[in-house]
């Protein structure tokens, strides 16, 4: 069973939006007393950190992304969002959640599936 879920990507035009889901297995750990960021990984490129939300709410972006991109929580269903406007081709990427420090399972650090986001004209 899959411990990080991420969903929402998809194919759009620049200047368009989408917004990406986290869902985090309750059983692992909850989201209300753990930082949560989002990743992205490009083609050839490293993943970078994009987005952060900590337990108490507070936000911060990478200069990249700011203005642009929102990440916020919903505690009750255990799942993070990354709400993203006016997306860039530069935008395109896997996307990826985790928590910091990074989940570990069986001594292994955890990562979901990823969602694909591409923006293209």
């Known amino acids: 069973q899959a411990h990080l879920v991420e969903s929402g990507g998809g194919l759009v035009q620049p200047g368009e939006s989408l917004r990406l889901s986290c869902a985090v297995s309750n059983e692992i750990f909850s989201i209300r007393t753990n930082v949560m960021d989002w990743y992205r990984q490009a083609p050839g490129k490293q993943r970078e950190l994009v987005a952060r939300i900590t337990n108490t709410d507070y936000t911060t972006y990478a200069d990249s992304v700011k203005g642009r991109f929102t990440t916020s929580r919903d505690i009750a269903k255990n799942t993070v969002y990354l709400q993203m406007n006016s997306l860039k081709p530069e935008d395109t990427a896997v996307y990826y959640c985790?928590?910091?420090?990074?989940?570990?399972?069986?001594?292994?650090?955890?990562w979901g599936q990823g969602t694909q986001v591409t923006v293209s004209s």
């Open positions: 985790n928590s910091n420090p990074l989940l570990r399972v069986n001594g292994r650090v955890s």
